[in-house]
């Protein structure tokens, strides 16, 4: 139990375009979702946490107006980049958190690569 | 100064031997610790926990110093397959992880 998916898997895309990926929990209810960015050899850095219903919390630095959240369902959260630029290439991963005590094991997804030209 | 501090490596290591590296954290405030273990270009999978009193799973053992602010993870009878980058993630706040850069194993037959 407890597979996240995301989809798609790989984008290239234009500048200028937007981009929308998606995070499934296939087998639980997420009550949170996390969404991170990591570049090479770098760690993975958190842009945002969401819950079901209510409106994301993004971390400091992370733009909300470029990096729209949407958790429209307990398996459900989107990311949309929007007027993707190539500096926003990276590779973007999803988590789903099962509750909400601290501590509790997040699951990941497979991770999107994002190639913006 | 990072949060979660660890020698990025590589550390190359014969089969068979024992590799062990250490992570530090800066906020005195964590709660929770964990080891991940990232593949090249794939998602962070979960290798264990860290408890206060210090784990182990099968060839795997993890210590935790809170005095210190660090965590240990060594690995004996090292594999082939144990080759990847070891993610040493901490906890912070209400279940925001805090993610190392990542210690790269590269176990040599």
């Known amino acids: 139990g407890a597979v996240v998916s995301q989809h798609p898997s790989r984008v290239i895309c234009k500048s200028g375009t937007s981009v929308k990926i998606e995070c499934r929990s296939l087998d639980f209810q997420a009550t949170t979702m996390f969404w991170y960015r990591q570049f090479p050899k770098q760690s993975l850095m958190l842009m945002a946490t969401?819950?079901?219903?209510?409106?994301?919390?993004?971390e400091q630095g992370v733009e909300k107006d470029k990096f729209l959240i949407n958790h429209a369902s307990l398996t459900l959260s989107t990311l949309t980049v929007t007027s993707a630029h190539p500096e926003d290439s990276s590779f973007y991963i999803c988590s789903a958190s099962r509750g909400e005590v601290l501590g509790n094991e997040q699951f990941f997804g497979p991770g999107t690569r994002l190639t913006v030209l | 100064r990072k949060e979660v501090e660890q020698d990025p490596g590589p550390f190359n290591v014969p089969e068979g031997a024992t590799v062990a590296f250490n992570c530090t954290y800066s906020n005195s405030a964590s709660q929770s610790f964990f080891w991940y273990r990232q593949d090249c270009r794939k998602e962070p999978k979960l290798l264990m926990s860290v408890y206060s009193s210090g784990n182990e799973d099968g060839r795997f053992t993890a210590q935790l110093n809170r005095a210190s602010q660090y965590i240990s993870l060594l690995i004996r009878d090292s594999k082939l397959s144990d080759s990847a980058t070891y993610l040493c993630v901490v906890n912070y706040s209400w279940g925001k992880l805090q993610f190392g850069a990542g210690t790269q194993v590269v176990v040599t037959p």
């Open positions: 969401s819950n079901e219903g209510s409106k994301a919390t993004y």
